[in-house]
């Protein structure tokens, strides 16, 4: 029997092409995203459970409170792991981890090397590391010592087998011969630890000692990670026992306050990826937003739901030609089971070579995914077993669903009514068209979500930031912050660079206090060329004064301080700003430090997503090494020669380090890289949805005209127009295809809504945004009805009439 639906089966699929190749391509495609979609969900979710202690490994974060707002950070001092591993029995190793800058000597050229750290040998004891050359039981034991990975030994020594040779290092600022400890093979993609480089934390205690070590508790910027001595420990207890050493080692009432108010909590090292609320550290890589996975996931399935509903629509529809088939069958002893597990059966059988199809589609279309997503994976989909299982699994059942409602509507099929061949379709097929309106519901609002996407990127990327950014660089200094006089005076003899500026970038805030009231803002050290250069309104007061720009309040020395109107508002300032007196942190109790003597608009110094922020600027001395960077503004045509020429000048200050500029306007552009990143994937989405859909809706106006043969061909004999057939035949899909689009709207407001509360500039939600691609989705509807409708329409009526 199951040989003989298999020949049936087969005989069908190859006398009705266009049917089987709308079912397996529409399946295989649903198939294809299923298996990309599962193969980076299960990436995320298995990040460091390859690890064999992971349930024990713990990273130690510390929470701060700022002023009434609590904050968790992914960093501690550099001391506290230690000290809690001396004195808390239940944590049995600890590890630390510090970025180190360097530059390694290949031949005679200098390359800087990145995902360099300081780290513990207890690193190589907490995690799994694979040796290919060398050992890491006594790594870093010599303070002159490096363990590397397998990319880093291949590109210096064109082998792994490299244990005890050296390396010429220039490591902060100095240059020095490493011997290599190890080699291991490089961490899999899927781990949350990552480096390519160790270097041993007494190098890093001498290169970088403890200025005060009163206050070490209080230095937060390293990362800790803990080793527990067994699963399932009371995290809380052992939390509380954190809580007691920190107390025991800062009992000093005034330089232990601040170490004091900081909480240490343990937060699980496989939870560590898809937590987005903690910023990442130092030796791990960036957290994931774990709603991406959500959201991938969602497209995934409902793909695949999309070419189930073709499946499942177009197999009733196909049953009417087939009804003499079925009258056959019954005639012959066939049960309703029977005829039912016969449908069940070709469902399955089409799912299959569609899962085949659809493991080869992803297979070729893995590295675009990969591009698209911008992740790496450690293996293809065929390589993975437990996946293509799972999908295979998935397959099944989603055959089984498909095919259960038409195998069962044509197991009721009556005898008489098959062999006559007068079967239709009873009812309204409430759910036939229920399923058709959830396809174009689902299209429109991938569809709208894409043009918002578009809408919202352009807006950011063409939002005022309150400078200009064209034809403007940044050259960083990174460790040749004394040279910055030396560089300036190189740029200045360029007939070609129009204005320069020194600054020390925005990536430092500070606290300060008024009417007691105390409040973060970001704070830079700058020249008074900075704000000529990018073109700051000055609103009131003055600039700021070369070198030094000071008050003498009494025997007091106050710092006088350029701040934004945004500044001024989130201090509650009221009136004239210029002349007015703050604080810094500690409240009104505080000696005055501050002074305000100009203000200038606001100005978006990061992204526009962010939105507008306070930000303070005060004058400093290059001499002092006060700037981390030099911004100038250069001819238009000169863009193509800037980096030969900086290049040239950082030579003659640096010969070791590689020069980092950027052009400013590239930035800015590139701060979107997520938001881009995005579109692409839900562009792809609703190429695919609309694709897959307008195929099963093709198909569905195929079948509604093959019904309808005899009636167009009287219509046409009664004196009907083309036209007027194609209008018939098309208006009962048109209004699937509205209401489909009146059920999008409202739904796709509802997750946009939600999307651009994360962007402090953001589009308006308005009419057009929801009409325009609801008028695309409806033309791209009506021309896939149409052009069959017309066939239709145009056939000659003798055909359909000569059986009569």
């Known amino acids: 029997m199951l040989k003989n639906y298999l020949k049936i089966a087969i005989r069908n699929l190859s006398k009705h092409k266009g049917y089987s190749f709308i079912n397996i391509f529409g399946l295989a495609v649903g198939i294809c995203c299923c298996l990309l979609i599962f193969l980076y969900v299960k990436d995320e979710l298995t990040y460091d459970r390859f690890q064999s202690k992971a349930n024990r490994i713990y990273r130690i974060n510390s929470v701060i409170d700022w002023f009434g707002n609590k904050d968790t950070m992914g960093a501690t001092n550099r001391v506290e792991a230690f000290e809690y591993t001396q004195r808390i029995p239940e944590i049995v190793d600890f590890t630390r981890f510090s970025s180190a800058t360097i530059v390694v000597q290949k031949n005679e050229e200098w390359v800087q090397e990145y995902g360099s750290f300081y780290t513990d040998p207890g690193t190589f004891r907490i995690f799994d590391f694979r040796v290919l050359d060398g050992s890491l039981e006594e790594a870093l034991s010599n303070i002159n010592s ?83 001595d067994k699963e399932n420990v009371d995290i809380q207890l052992l939390e509380q026992k954190l809580k007691e050493v920190r107390l025991t080692l800062n009992p000093d009432e005034k330089e232990g ?13 496989t939870s560590i990826h898809l937590d987005k609320e903690i910023s990442s550290s130092a030796g791990l890589r960036s957290s994931s937003n774990p709603t991406y996975s959500y959201i991938l996931s969602g497209i995934g399935f409902l793909i695949l739901l999309l070419a189930c509903i073709n499946f499942a ?81 998935v397959v099944a059942l989603s055959a089984l669903l498909a095919g259960a409602y038409p195998a069962f509507v044509v197991a009721r099929f009556q005898i008489l009514k098959s062999l006559s061949g007068k079967v239709k379709l009873q009812g309204r097929q409430y759910l036939t068209k229920g399923l058709v309106l959830f396809q174009f519901a689902i299209a429109a609002i991938l569809v709208i979500g894409t043009l918002a996407m578009n809408r919202q990127i352009s807006f950011l990327l063409n939002t005022d930031l309150g400078y200009e950014d064209k034809n403007m660089a940044v050259m960083q200094l990174g460790g040749n912050r004394s040279q910055a006089g030396v560089i300036m005076s190189e740029l200045l003899k360029n007939p070609n660079i129009s204005m320069t500026s020194y600054s020390d970038g925005f990536g430092s805030a500070t606290s300060l206090g008024y009417n007691n009231k105390e409040f973060f803002s970001a704070y830079t050290e700058v020249d008074t060329n900075f704000i000529h250069l990018m073109d700051l309104d000055l609103v009131a007061g003055r600039n700021l004064k070369p070198l030094r720009d000071v008050y003498l309040k009494g025997t007091d020395t106050l710092t006088n301080l350029i701040v934004t109107e945004n500044f001024i508002e989130k201090a509650g300032i009221e009136g004239d700003a210029v002349g007015t007196f703050l604080t810094g942190g500690g409240g009104d109790n505080a000696k005055d430090q501050y002074r305000i003597v100009g203000v200038v608009k606001d100005f978006i110094y990061s992204s526009a997503k962010n939105g507008v922020s306070p930000v303070v600027m005060i004058a400093g001395n290059p001499d002092n090494g006060d700037f981390g960077s030099i911004s100038m503004r250069y001819q238009p045509e000169y863009s193509t020669q800037l980096e030969a020429t900086l290049n040239e000048i950082w030579r003659k200050v640096d010969p070791y380090t590689p020069l980092q500029f950027f052009f400013q306007e590239e930035i800015n552009r590139n701060s979107y890289g997520e938001e881009k990143r995005w579109k692409s994937i839900i562009t792809t989405a609703s190429v695919i949805a609309i694709i897959i859909s307008c195929l099963g809706l093709f198909g569905m106006a195929h079948l509604s005209a093959q019904q309808r043969q005899k009636e167009i061909g009287v219509r046409k004999v009664l004196g009907a127009t083309v036209g007027q057939l194609v209008y018939m035949l098309n208006l009962s899909f048109t209004k699937l295809v509205l209401l489909a689009s009146l059920v999008a709207i409202p739904v796709a407001y509802y997750f946009l809504d939600d999307w651009l509360s994360n962007f402090a500039f953001r589009i308006n939600l308005g009419a057009l945004l929801f009409l325009a691609p609801t ?24 055909d359909s009439l000569r059986d009569e």
């Open 313 to 393: 629509n177009l197999s009733v529809a196909r049953s009417i030609p087939r009804a003499k088939e079925i009258g056959i069958r019954k005639v012959l002893g066939a049960r309703k089971k029977q005829v039912a597990w016969q449908f069940l059966g070709e469902a399955l059988y089409i799912s299959i070579i569609a899962f085949v199809l659809g493991l080869i589609l992803a297979e070729l279309f893995l590295p675009t995914f990969s591009q698209l997503t911008n992740k790496s994976f450690s293996s293809g989909i065929i390589q993975d077993a437990y996946l293509v299982l799972a999908c295979l699994g």
């Open 775 to 798: 008028l695309l989705t409806l033309s791209i509807a009506l021309l896939t009805v149409t052009v069959q409708s017309f066939r239709t329409a145009s056939a000659n009526p003798v």
């Open 257 to 269: 306050e601040w170490a004091r108010n900081i909480d240490s909590k343990l937060q699980a090292f």
């Open 146 to 228: 490096v363990v590397i990975n397998r990319t880093m030994a291949e590109k210096y020594f064109g082998s792994v087998k490299v244990a005890g040779r050296q390396l010429n290092i220039k490591l902060e600022g100095n240059v020095e011969k490493y011997v290599i400890d190890a080699v291991f093979e490089d961490l899999p993609h899927n781990s949350s630890l990552y480096g390519q480089a160790y270097f041993s934390w007494q190098k890093f205690e001498r290169v970088r000692p403890l200025r005060n070590p009163t206050r070490a508790w209080s230095n937060i910027g390293y990362t800790s990670v803990v080793l527990l």
